[in-house]
């Protein structure tokens, strides 16, 4: 468990990354390849942490959309060029508060059982 609690919290400092880059929201997402950059190979380190948590912790999980953070990684490494930035956008706005949550409940829960 001790390695899957690294691995949560560096997903955790990913999302936390995402979120101050995009503070001045979508236009200035949009308008600045730096912020997109930085965001998207934040998105890809965060899969592929979620990727290294042991099956154990993630069947304890179900919650989390596992799968769909692996494919969208995929997408990220293997198709780059087919990377659409207003599903980028959904995924911060949207889905990554969602994973924010998830991902700071599995550490509580981690924590207290140290």
Known sequence: MKDDRLYVHHALECI???????QSGEKAF???EMVQ?????NLQTL???TQRIGDRLRDL????????IAGFRNVLVHDYLGINLERVWEIVSVHLPVLRSQMEAIRQE???RE
């Open 61 to 68: 999980h179900p919650e989390v959309d596992w799968r769909a």
């Open 16 to 22: 936390q990354r995402i979120d101050r880059y995009c």
């Open 30 to 32: 949009r308008q600045s």
């Open 37 to 41: 950059d930085a965001v998207l190979r």
């Open 47 to 49: 899969a592929e942490s």
């Open 110 to 112: 981690a924590d207290s």
